[in-house]
């Protein structure tokens, strides 16, 4: 059986509570639900044994938190995406994203080869369980717009002005 180590924490930001959570490979899981294991973790994890392991976290959060405070515009913390093929393949062209950039549904449906699976791009998007770090705050609509967001609009206006992303059409939506 795996062992998934996590804490949570308050991030003092909009961001709010969040839960992080690694395997022995590394960041399983950054997820702005709080109290539970979110539907957002692979169900291989689900059955491992969960240990509150704040120590074992710490390098990961004392990352997030200096994205969050604007100290930090990349990560290098190894990762442990569990999900279909199609979702990691959708995933690794997220974090080809540079920081204060977006991209649309569409244009990451065309890098992973299914132009027309803009839509399947938004379920990837849906289902990522490493949320901020990998990226998918920096999807927006083809038309402009901001699209959904798991943490919530406001949280994903927020993350993308932190970047110093400029809203013009997106901040009618709010």
């Known amino acids: 059986m795996n062992t998934v180590h996590y804490t949570r924490f308050d991030t003092g930001s909009p961001a709010?509570?969040?839960?992080?959570?690694?395997?022995?490979?590394?960041?399983?899981?950054l997820s702005f639900h709080e109290g539970v294991i979110p539907e957002a973790v692979p169900s291989e994890l689900k059955s491992a044994d969960w240990i509150e392991s704040p120590a074992k976290l710490r390098s990961y959060r004392k990352q997030v938190e200096d994205y969050l405070a604007g100290k930090r515009r990349d990560f290098d913390l190894p990762l442990d995406?569990?999900?279909?093929?199609?979702?990691?393949k959708c995933w690794r062209a997220l974090l080809r994203i540079p920081f204060g950039q977006t991209r649309s549904y569409a244009e990451i449906a065309r890098q992973v080869?299914?132009?027309?699976?803009?839509?399947?791009?938004?379920?990837?998007?849906?289902?990522?369980?490493?949320?901020?770090?990998v990226p998918c705050h920096r999807l927006i609509t083809t038309a402009g717009t901001l699209g959904g967001y798991g943490g919530g609009l406001p949280l994903k206006k927020w993350l993308l002005e932190l970047e110093g992303v400029q809203l013009e059409k997106q901040m009618n939506l709010l």
């Open 16 to 29: 709010g509570v969040l839960t992080l959570a690694a395997t022995e490979k590394g960041l399983a899981l």
């Open 81 to 88: 995406l569990r999900g279909p093929d199609f979702h990691k």
């Open 113 to 133: 080869g299914s132009s027309a699976a803009f839509r399947a791009v938004g379920q990837a998007n849906h289902h990522n369980p490493v949320a901020i770090i």
